[in-house]
């Protein structure tokens, strides 16, 4: 079966970085991009980007341009997010999903992963 | 402010219908596929509707989507208790930023 695990809580200070990490298994990872949302306490889903696992392409939304990076790791079957320079707007569970790739949805996600960004 | 536009709440009583709207525009909705996601509280969001209408396997036949130009709705017959929970519409937007998803702000259904 399709899961994807992803790495504990962090807290961070402002100013700091995070990398979010997202194991794939029961399927051949390289075949499906991943993507990353995110959401704030209380509030609606953002997308973050997406990193193709084939290949490594990828595409950020223009809002993180700079601040974020997605990496996979295909030995592993492991999908990393880099986000610099928190602030603490950047506090929110973030989320990997497997990009079904003949429709573009996102079919199986991970469970989240809560980064708090605190002084 | 999110680029698709959903009713903040919608509710109903078990057994009823209820529908939710999305609406976006033509590089979004009116070029790509709608697909529907159902969060429970406290949990990942989960794939509901895909390719506008389509349900994966394992989501009853009680969910339903459609679209029409640079609209679409998710409609939810027979409304049962456990269907309390945030539903987001997405859809894949052609930007000069290349190809983003957009989602809608969420509604929350609430069962009476």
């Known amino acids: 079966q399709v899961q994807l695990v992803q790495s504990g809580a962090e807290v961070k200070k402002p100013g700091a970085s995070v990398k979010v990490s997202c194991k794939a298994s029961g399927y051949t990872f390289t075949s499906y991009g991943i993507s990353w949302v995110r959401q704030a306490p209380g509030q609606g889903l953002e997308w973050m980007g997406w990193i193709s696992a084939y290949n490594g392409n990828t595409n950020y939304a223009q809002k993180l341009q700079g601040r974020v990076t997605m990496t996979t790791d295909t030995s592993t079957s492991t999908a990393y997010m880099e986000l610099r320079s928190l602030r603490s707007d950047d506090t929110a569970v973030y989320y990997c999903?497997?990009?079904?790739?003949?429709?573009?949805?996102?079919?199986?996600w991970g469970q989240g992963t809560l980064v708090t960004v605190s002084s | 402010q999110s680029v698709l536009t959903q009713p903040p709440s919608a509710s109903g009583t078990p057994g009823q219908r209820v529908t939710i709207s999305c609406s976006g525009s033509s590089s979004n909705i009116g070029s790509n596929t709608v697909n529907w996601y159902q969060q429970l509280p406290g949990t990942a969001p989960k794939l509901l509707i895909y390719s506008n209408n389509q349900r994966p396997s394992g989501v009853p036949d009680r969910f339903s989507g459609s679209k029409s130009g640079t609209s679409a709705s998710l409609a939810i017959s027979g409304l049962q208790s456990e269907d309390e929970a945030d539903y987001y519409c997405a859809a894949w937007d052609d930007s000069l930023n290349g190809q983003n998803v957009v989602f809608g702000g969420g509604t929350k259904l609430t069962v009476l």
């Open positions: 999903a497997r990009v079904e790739a003949n429709w573009g949805c996102f079919d199986y």
